[in-house]
């Protein structure tokens, strides 16, 4: 296994591989600049044979497996009582259900993307935004999920590190790191370039899939090791995801638990894609032979919101 | 792989997770393992968080957090199972603390320079150190005790010589 770098290794980070400046003071796309037109009408091209895969799990409105709280949905009209007496009158045909839903999208149990508003360090956002441009009255009123309300469409690969070992899970303790990465790249016969999105999957989602609500997600697991983070930078990843939430745990860092979130999302300007669901595109990219496919994904449009529920589509 | 923590905190209760996320607040990293809830002796029934309690939770940010889930705004009131679930799920996505469960501390050794333990999910084994310790077991039952004994407990833990 290679030598994890120092934390003061991964201190440096946030401003070795800072995007800060880089695409001007008002950036707010971070690493998504590296996604060109010219990119999109590329990845178009890898769809070919029709077929479409979800890479979300499904959002519970009972418990999520591993989750303590369970998402509210009050009713607020539904089909019961339809043929109750007297409440159908001779105009009554016409009927309808609607919802309540509140949750909180950040964790390990719903697939979401992380806004550039999610995370600080040292009082501030990716590109030197402070901190206190999230409050409780407003929410986000900079790097909100709005800055990717036209959606992210471009090359998706997906690197299946639990394939590469052969195994159906990776252990906790076996980080995921660039040797792997190239190594999975090679198997899979791609390339990671700029612009594209990288899915990486650990199996952790088998797991989940197979133990259902017993499942607990709170738990020492794999992950990408810091180490993947100049990596991620030199290769120019507009966006990453993973059925984990990215970072190995535990890290082994005393003052960055989440070095990937963390020197990722505030120096770099990566966008996150946590908690995915990579079984059945796992599954679909054995059958076809191909780890590559076009990837598109539209956040809801929330102002003033630190991320997204969202479903990721890979298209092949 | 070994696990380097400022705070480790143990044992169930409400008080638990509040030491966690007050730890949180004041930007300590904290690992929070094998926290289990609903162990007081009426863990379901809503009761009014007195308004010392309230204070300890206002200044980092813990009551916004339970808002949504109050069965009485004024005084906030809601069980002692919902107070713990809902602040678990906020510390699991919490940068700042880490919840490990189904697993156990073994072998904990505490001195005045911190613990040193071992952490085990009954596989494998990772060598735990840590600053300082909040052991929750002998935490009071009434919820607002619990909340003012983890704040004290915390701040007992800011105010040691050459914290981190």
């Known amino acids: 296994m290679p030598t994890p770098p120092s934390e003061e290794q991964v201190l440096a980070w946030f401003d070795d591989l800072s995007n800060w400046g880089r695409w001007g003071s008002e950036d707010r796309l971070g690493t998504l600049n590296h996604l060109t037109p010219a990119k999109r009408v590329s990845a178009a091209q890898l769809v070919q044979e029709g077929l479409s895969v979800s890479c979300s799990w499904d959002i519970r409105t009972g418990q999520q497996p591993g989750a303590t709280v ?4 009050y009713m607020l009209s539904t089909g019961l009582g339809l043929s109750d007496e007297g409440r159908r009158n001779w105009m009554g045909r016409a009927g309808g259900a609607q ?3 509140g949750m909180v999208f950040h964790g390990l149990d719903v697939t979401h993307l992380d806004s550039l ?7 501030k956002m990716y590109n030197g935004a402070p901190a206190s441009l999230v409050s409780d009255r407003q929410g986000a009123l900079q790097h909100d999920v709005l800055a990717v309300s036209d ?11 639990a394939r590469l070992r052969g195994v159906d899970v990776l252990d906790a303790n076996d980080q995921v790191y660039p040797e792997d990465l190239e190594a999975a790249e090679a198997a899979a016969g791609v390339r990671l370039e700029p612009g594209d999105v990288l899915l990486m999957r650990t199996g952790e989602g088998g797991a989940r899939r197979s133990e259902g609500k017993k499942y607990n997600p709170n738990k020492p697991r794999s992950g990408y090791q810091a180490a993947c983070l100049p990596w991620l ?3 120019g990843i507009s966006m990453i995801g993973s059925d984990v939430a990215q970072d190995c745990s535990p890290a082994g860092y005393r003052t960055v638990t989440m070095p990937i979130h963390m020197v990722g999302i505030v120096a770099m300007g990566l966008w996150l894609i946590d908690n995915c669901q990579l079984e059945n595109l796992a599954a679909t990219c054995e059958r076809l032979g191909r780890w590559e496919f076009q990837f598109a994904l539209a956040p809801i449009r929330f102002q003033g919101v630190t991320g997204s529920p969202t479903n990721p589509l890979a298209v092949f | 792989m070994n696990i380097d923590t400022p705070l480790l905190i143990v044992g169930g209760g409400p008080g638990a997770v509040a030491a966690a996320e007050i730890a949180s607040g004041y930007s300590v990293p904290c690992l929070m393992v094998g926290h289990v809830a609903g162990i007081g002796p009426d863990p379901e029934f809503p009761v009014p968080l007195a308004a010392e309690a309230v204070a300890a939770l206002v200044p980092h940010g813990v009551l916004d957090v339970l808002r949504p889930y109050l069965a009485v705004v004024d005084p906030p009131t809601l069980s002692p199972r919902v107070f713990e679930e809902v602040l678990k799920q906020h510390s699991i996505a919490d940068m700042n603390v880490t ?6 501390v073994v072998e904990r050794e505490v001195s005045e320079a911190g613990v040193n333990a071992v952490l085990t999910d009954g596989r494998t084994r990772w060598s735990l150190s840590a600053d300082a310790l909040i052991d929750t077991t002998d935490f009071p039952e009434n919820l607002s005790e619990a909340v003012l004994r983890a704040a004290a407990e915390v701040l007992a833990v800011l105010s040691r010589p050459g914290r981190a």
């Open chain 1, 70 to 73: 369970e998402s509210q949905r």
């Open chain 1, 99 to 101: 919802e309540f839903i």
């Open chain 1, 117 to 123: 508003a999610h995370l600080f360090w040292d009082g």
């Open chain 1, 151 to 161: 959606g992210v469409v471009t090359r998706g690969v997906l690197l299946d590190i």
């Open chain 1, 233 to 235: 930078h030199e290769r």
């Open chain 2, 99 to 104: 919840v490990y469960d189904g697993l156990e």
